[in-house]
């Protein structure tokens, strides 16, 4: 199940973790279980309606993620990806955080501060990302008091995470395949 753990070290454990989260919930709501059975994507869905990229645009998306994160309907495609193998966490802290840097007002910033925390930066967060101890560290002490750079370093790592392993796996994918033919 766990196959090629030398290139993915950490999708085990989150998908670990993911099974633990939703069966806590199952057993806290037993009621609603149908809600939860964990779904086996053979194929990513497919975005919601965004402009198609040209071909031209979609084959960039292989040499720079930042364009494919820039393109909404690349952004979509690639989080739809994510989100079949399990891996959505750190896709969406980058959206997060993107978010985080456009709010202006201090107290708005402070919520969405401990929002993006509590999701994905503190041990145990329900969509924790994989950083390192250091990252983590400045990231918490750059949230004494807010600003819009707060997260810039552990969004970089998760960045260069994404354009080194979520990447190429996405170039590969059966989607990615279909929408450049």
Known sequence: MCKGLATLPHTCLERAKEIKTKLGTLLQKPDSAIDFIIP????????PKAQKPTLEEA?????????????????????????????????????????????????????????????????????????????????MKNLVEPSPSSFDMAQKRIFALMEKDSLPRFVRSEFYQELIK
């Open 40 to 47: 086996y994507a053979e194929k990513p869905e497919k975005p």
């Open 59 to 139: 084959l960039q998306w292989r040499d720079s993620l930042e364009k494919l994160l820039q393109n909404p309907y690349g952004l979509s495609s690639f989080h739809s990806f994510l989100r079949s193998e399990f891996s959505e966490e750190n896709v969406e802290f980058w959206v997060a955080c993107e978010d985080y840097k456009k709010t202006k007002s201090p107290v708005k910033m402070a919520e969405k501060a401990k929002k993006i925390y509590e999701g994905f930066i503190q041990t145990e967060a329900p969509k924790e990302v994989n950083i390192d101890h250091f990252t983590k560290a400045v990231t």
